[in-house]
């Protein structure tokens, strides 16, 4: 049997807490069938959308003096709760169901970000809502957030994604891991995170959660990453006439495509990029990306694309 980092893409999550906790529901009976088997999962997530409403939700409160300011790596917090205790629940009633007795547990994951990081000059990571390009400007004038054009699919604010250094809770995630713990960590990519004169502190940015499932991934020494979003392959030529869907590919396919721009910065090239760098560290282990909605058929070969070294 093998051990398996699973991270849910925060846009795969839906847009409200009830789309979200159906989507939830229907991929904990998918990860449960894989622990029944007798796997060690580890599951992440994203964080992406939700974090952007907490935080939007918090800023309007405060602007009507009904709520202090509240920071960004406080809002990221929040998000790690409020998911983790979707997928917590959900896992704890499927594995009830199934009569499996295994404990699951949300840890509130921290992960140490370099203060240097040029990401933090150059924000890149997309967060919240999806709004259109009158829309975007308006709130750019009022608040001096930072939006760009998503993929085809409307503007989103960006915020600094500095690449993940360390994960600041790992022991804990080990020693859970040998007490046969389910467990849910790097939310989000995890609080990010700096460390001066020994201490942490945190700082208002957006970790991208492929990256840190990646490093998870290495530090677990897993077989195999599980990167799972809103479409069940990686595509070439995405939204064209003569578009692929990619099945096996390998490193050097990857990096080819990706010298070729075929992959978006704000959706599908941080995933490309995350499977590559935890394959670079396991040679021998694999990478899935794939579709929340068809785990079950990814994971019986039926679609997704497995990236191999």
């Given at each position: 049997m093998s051990k398996m980092v699973i991270a849910l893409g925060g846009n795969a999550l839906g847009s409200s807490p009830e789309e979200q906790i159906k989507l939830v529901q229907q991929t904990a009976s998918s990860l449960v069938d894989l622990i029944a088997k007798g796997h060690q999962v580890v599951i992440s997530h994203g964080n992406g959308p939700q974090v952007g409403l907490i935080n939007l939700a918090m800023n309007y409160a405060a602007e009507h003096d009904q709520a202090p300011v509240f920071p960004f790596p406080e809002c990221g917090a929040m998000s790690q709760g409020y998911i983790g205790y979707h997928l917590q629940q959900s896992l704890q009633n499927e594995l009830r169901r199934k009569k499996i007795t295994k404990p699951v547990v949300t840890l509130i994951t921290q992960v140490e970000v370099d203060p240097k990081d040029p990401a933090f000059s150059d924000p890149t990571k997309p967060i919240g809502s999806f709004y259109n390009k009158t829309e975007a400007e308006k709130i750019t004038k009022e608040k001096g957030y930072v939006f760009v054009e998503d993929a085809g699919r409307g503007y989103r604010r960006v915020v600094a994604s500095p690449l993940p250094k360390e994960i600041v809770e790992l022991k804990s995630i080990n020693n859970l891991i040998a007490t046969d713990t389910v467990v849910i960590a790097s939310g989000g990519g995890g609080v990010?995170?700096?460390?001066?004169?020994?201490?942490?502190?945190?700082?208002?940015a957006v970790i991208d959660k492929d990256k840190s499932s990646a490093l998870l991934a290495c530090e677990l020494a897993?077989?195999?990453?599980?990167?799972?979003?809103?479409?069940?392959?990686?595509?070439?030529?995405?939204?064209?006439?003569?578009?692929?869907?990619l099945r096996e590919t390998t490193s050097a396919e990857l990096q080819q495509y990706m010298s070729e721009k075929q992959f978006s910065k704000g959706s599908m090239l941080p995933k490309i990029e995350a499977c590559l760098s935890f394959i670079k560290k396991n040679p021998t282990g694999t990478a899935l990306i794939t579709s929340l909605a068809h785990l079950d058929e990814a994971l019986a070969g039926k679609i997704g694309t497995s990236i191999k070294k």
């Open positions: 990010p995170v700096v460390k001066e004169q020994g201490s942490y502190t945190g700082v208002p897993a077989d195999q990453l599980v990167i799972l979003t809103a479409v069940d392959f990686v595509y070439v030529n995405y939204g064209k006439e003569n578009q692929v869907a």
